[in-house]
């Protein structure tokens, strides 16, 4: 009789193991699962076409700083300020005619005026006449400056110094293709006029981009692959038809 029981206990053990197995399992399968499903999320989120195959937000994209918040307009008062100002500058200098040196003068005059009857009228009215501040460009702002501009230039030479090495046609006929249109819209408008067109673009496409930037990108994944195609065809019928064998055996020699 006890060894019965004995049985019967072992019995019931055996069965309670094997459904804490079978949960275990099932719970790490689920598991498993889950993380494959996370994975393949991920990876398709990755497999997402991106304008000009970016990998990183926007913001990133454009710096990251304040002038990325600038332009995608974070704060909304200091974007407002900048294209504000840029554009009455726009107005004074050409649509009514004024010159940056004349405007220059004529501030200079002006806020001197001011401060020299002010100084003046106070030694009559018996009060302090009023604190000029010591205005200074500091050194590590105009090295910062300086830096970043000889380190943009450098990065500029050596684009152009790949391009004309001859490595890769595409990029070379995008580039070419590039300073052409630049130079029609050049005879379109002055610098000035340039400037400023560039200037509210970057206040504005930025931030338009970023609001419709699933439509953007889909839009521009089916535009890149029908210029592929033109590409291919135009490979086909004019590239591949360039001699090249002279090249290859001048290099040889």
Request: charged fraction near 25%; glycine fraction near 6%; charge should be neutral.
């Amino acid at each position: 009789m006890a060894d019965h029981e004995g049985d019967h206990e072992t019995l019931v053990e055996k069965i309670l193991e094997k459904i804490h197995d079978h949960d275990d399992s099932s719970s790490s399968s689920s598991s498993d699962s889950d993380d494959g499903k996370s994975k393949s999320f991920d990876s398709a989120e990755s497999k997402i076409f991106r304008l000009f195959g970016r990998e990183k937000p926007l913001h990133k994209v454009l710096g990251g700083g304040k002038s990325a918040d600038v332009f995608l307009w974070r704060n909304k008062k200091i974007s407002a300020v900048a294209l504000g100002s840029a554009t009455a500058l726009w107005i004074l200098f050409e649509l009514l005619g004024y010159h940056l040196v004349t405007l220059v003068c004529h501030i200079l005059i002006v806020s001197l005026a001011i401060l020299f009857l002010w100084s003046n009228a106070c030694t009559f009215i018996n009060k302090s006449p009023p604190r000029i501040p010591e205005l200074r460009l500091p050194e590590n702002f105009v090295l910062e400056v300086v830096s970043t501009v000889r380190i943009e230039i450098n990065f500029a030479l050596a684009v152009l110094r790949d391009i004309a090495s001859g490595r890769d046609l595409k990029e070379f006929l995008g580039v070419i293709a590039g300073l052409w249109v630049l130079s029609l819209v050049g005879k379109w408008f002055n610098f000035l006029t340039l400037f400023y067109i560039a200037f509210v673009l970057l206040h504005t496409l930025p931030v338009l981009y970023e609001k419709y930037e699933d439509h953007v990108d889909s839009f521009a994944e089916k535009a890149t692959v029908e210029i592929k195609k033109q590409y291919v065809v135009f490979d086909a019928k004019v590239l591949s038809k360039i001699p090249k064998g002279p090249l290859k055996d001048m290099k040889k020699d």
